[in-house]
């Protein structure tokens, strides 16, 4: 490989010959960053790849030079940018296109010639990660088929009258497996350490050389009467001669076991599958999508070939009939990856992926959509594992077809995966949104948007059963996006920079983020929202949180998943964790969350509808909601007289003992004054109660007869004046009609809420 400020690539006519010379120039600035890499003289080049590529999301120069007369058009204008009119020069923009880049060139309407670049990621192991990713997500779907559609096994035969696209999505999952660093590692554990097992075969020896041990077969050889010599020495008075040779049963080791012809079959079956894939292909009109094809089917027939050719397999017979109850291939190293991936090309060969034309449509490798699809999958694959396998529901993922399966994941299709968990004796229902909108307009308290509409990748549903009565299910969203361009942390949370640094380095410092400020958009726009996050491809070995209390909810973070070349992919882990801690907060009745939720539902969620006023008040040290105080509607004016000189308010008379006393009233931090001719007046109580009894009364002018005791509470401060009374319906039944016969009335203890004055 050769990386280069400067290239020629010749234009070829339909006929294969040069037509002119396509200059193609990094921008001085941006030598470092945008390359042009060269791989025409490199032997070892991906032969899948043009040899000339260029970086996605870079700039270049172009010159062409063709010694026809007139304008040059191309048809990816959207990616070129002509200097003038000629079209000859200009600026040449990828974009994000990843993957093979024809251009065809036109002069007056005619197609004059075409080149071939290819567009490669930023992310320069993109290839590996683009294969992994496909194989992960061949590999999850025919484990969600297998176990939840129960398919019977059939070999994988190509359909002729299906479209290339489909035929070629089809062999992408297998090649994906077959290309893996799995696939490699199992066959050279087979061929390392092979099965085998031993029969016994009749072999003749010397019978001077003695026996290891006798059987029947070694008895007769005995007792035959040809080819006998004497025994002098024999210890059998009957027996004076022996065999001069005997025949016995040796072990010997047979490698051509069924195990070893299945995976001789299960080779063959692979080639002759992809030597179909390549009929078929060849039998298209040439496109570029279809010559990429027919390059990595080549790939696979040698790889294949070259196993096959192994001297290993040329003793294998055909296999007779399927083992599938072998142990070896369910449980020996190499046989059951072998058997595995069997099973997983067979129902993924029945794969029809909906979406598949936004990862490989016209030659592209759109690995960042391959990424959201693949995240997404991961997910799925967390979500199954935490939730009750038999309660998952994947029928919105993959569907079955008239002629196999169908996965629907496509862009901008809303897709859902919904399950139910238990968790500490609680049951919680789980959803998995793709493709998601929370629309503005929504009706729904539980997943609109309060401003604008928003479309996270991925969302989360967590429906908490009502944990105390008749309350109603509690609702939880977390949100998700796919950021493949994203290498680490940083790039979405700025740099970690001390706030004296800010005056020195000014505009420098990169503090905000898109990615950031998008996720507080989620959390805080869309209803019930409690959690956003960033997963990106990266190698940290830990995730990044934000919490805003100290609880794991309400929080914003990033996640590292980055697919991997064996096994789970980097991440997954401690994604995983990170959901099963999730679980736990939501399920626990004694966090903070579970009771800010619940107030939260109490305060606002069940009076959204409702316009209020509410007078002004400054003299409370809880919100009037949370304040509780009495009323006391007083008839008598001396009675009201008497209570303003004592500074006491009388809460009951003719009390016993302080066990009749309602005890509630004493809660109370203020009270409502209703007096004939006076405005109402809010006054604080000092909370000193107490019982005043006959010879305490006497000589106090209290107005009131027949009274031999008196609980009283002492009044601080008049705290405000109201205008007019309430109107809510609640207020009026604190108010007694006429025919109460007292000549005063105290409520029980009430909200202050209620008692001030409420328009509507």
């Known amino acids: 490989m050769e990386q280069v400020g400067i290239t020629q690539i010749n234009i070829l006519s339909r006929d294969g010959q040069t037509v002119g010379v396509f200059n ?142 489909t035929i070629y999505q089809k062999f992408a999952f297998l090649y994906s497996l077959i290309t893996s660093a799995n696939f490699e590692i199992a066959i050279n554990q087979i061929l390392s350490k092979p099965h085998r097992t031993w029969i016994e075969t009749p072999q003749a020896q010397l019978t001077q050389m003695g026996v290891k041990r006798g059987d029947s077969q070694v008895v007769r050889s005995l007792t035959r009467s040809r080819h006998r010599q004497p025994w ?39 080639k002759s599958t992809t030597h179909q894939v390549q009929q078929i292909l060849e039998k298209r009109r040439s496109t570029y999508a279809i010559q990429r094809g027919l390059r990595e089917v080549s790939e696979v027939l040698d790889l294949l070939d070259n196993i096959l050719k192994r001297d290993f397999f040329i003793g294998i017979s055909q296999l007779s009939y399927f083992p599938a109850s072998s142990t070896v291939l369910h449980q020996k190293e190499g046989y059951r990856e072998i058997f595995n991936a069997y099973i997983q090309s067979e129902a993924a060969a029945r794969l029809k992926w909906e979406g598949s034309e936004d990862v490989f449509g016209a030659g592209q490798r759109d690995v960042a959509t391959l990424y959201e699809n693949w995240t997404f999958f991961q997910l799925v694959k967390i979500i199954a594992a935490i939730c009750k396998q038999s309660t998952v529901d994947f029928s919105e993922l993959i569907a079955p077809t008239a002629d196999g399966y169908s996965i629907q994941l496509k862009r901008g299709k809303i897709i859902l995966i919904s399950g139910n968990i238990e968790r500490f004796n609680r049951r919680l229902s789980v959803e998995l949104y793709y493709n998601k909108t929370f629309s503005a307009k929504s009706d729904s308290h539980e997943d609109g948007s309060w401003s604008k509409n928003m479309r996270p990748d991925y969302s989360i549903k967590f429906i908490l059963a009502p944990a ?80 805003r209390y100290c609880e794991k909810l309400p929080s914003i973070g990033a996640f590292p998943l980055l697919p991997d070349e064996i096994g789970d992919p980097h991440g997954n882990q401690q994604l995983s964790a990170f959901f099963n801690s999730i679980v736990d907060t939501l399920a626990l009745q004694s966090t903070k969350g579970e009771r800010g939720r619940f107030w939260n539902r109490e305060i606002f969620e069940n009076s959204l509808d409702t316009k209020t006023t509410m007078n002004a008040v400054n003299f409370l040290e809880y919100p009037p909601e949370d304040s509780q105080a009495i009323m006391a509607v007083i008839k008598s004016q001396p009675l009201y007289n008497w ?81 007019r009374l309430t109107e809510s319906e609640a207020y009026k039944d604190f108010i007694p009609d006429q025919s109460h016969p007292s000549d005063y009335y105290i409520s029980s203890a009430i909200k202050l809420s209620d008692l001030l004055t409420v328009t509507y």
């Open 468 to 547: 105390i009565g008749n309350r109603l299910n509690e609702t939880v969203w977390l949100h998700f996006d796919a950021k493949y361009r994203v290498n680490n942390a940083t790039e979405i949370f700025g740099e970690d920079v001390p706030e004296e640094e800010y005056s020195k380095r000014g505009s420098d410092i990169r503090y905000k983020s898109p990615d950031l400020l998008i996720m507080h958009t989620y959390k805080d726009a869309v209803r019930h929202s409690e959690g956003a996050y960033i997963i990106y491809p990266g190698n940290a070995p830990e995730n990044t949180v934000f919490l």
């Open 232 to 270: 002098g020495s024999s210890p059998i008075a009957s027996m004076t001669s022996i065999p001069v040779k005997i025949t016995t049963n040796k072990p010997v080791e047979i490698l051509d076991t069924v195990e070893n012809r299945f995976i001789k079959f299960a080779l063959e079956q692979w």
């Open 24 to 165: 193609l120039a990094t921008l001085p600035q941006h030598e470092q960053t945008n390359p042009i890499l060269d791989f025409r003289n490199d032997p070892d080049r991906h032969k899948s790849l043009e040899p000339v590529q260029i970086i996605e999301g870079g700039e270049y120069r172009y010159q062409i030079d063709i010694p026809a007369q007139g304008s040059i058009n191309v048809d990816r204008q959207e990616l070129f940018a002509p200097d003038d009119q000629t079209g000859k020069s200009g600026r040449l923009k990828p974009g994000l296109h990843v993957g093979g880049l024809p251009v065809n060139f036109f002069v007056a309407g005619q197609l004059f010639g075409s080149i071939k670049l290819e567009v490669i990621s930023r992310k320069l192991d993109y290839l590996s990660h683009y294969r992994w990713m496909l194989r992960d997500i061949s590999t999850i779907s025919t484990d969600i088929i297998i176990h939840n559609f129960a398919p019977a096994l059939q070999t994988f035969a190509p359909d002729n009258a299906r479209d290339p696209q």
């Open 643 to 723: 209570i303003l000189k004592h500074r006491l308010l009388i809460l009951d008379t003719n009390v016993e003992n302080k066990v009749s006393i309602n005890t509630s009233k004493l809660s109370s931090k203020y009270v409502l004054i209703v007096a004939p001719g006076i405005s109402h007046q809010i006054w604080s109580l000092d909370g000193q109660a107490k019982l005043l009894f006959t010879e305490d009364i006497q000589g106090s002018g209290l107005p009131l007869s027949n009274i031999t005791s008196v609980f009283v509470i002492g009044l601080q401060d008049q705290v405000t004046t109201l205008t």
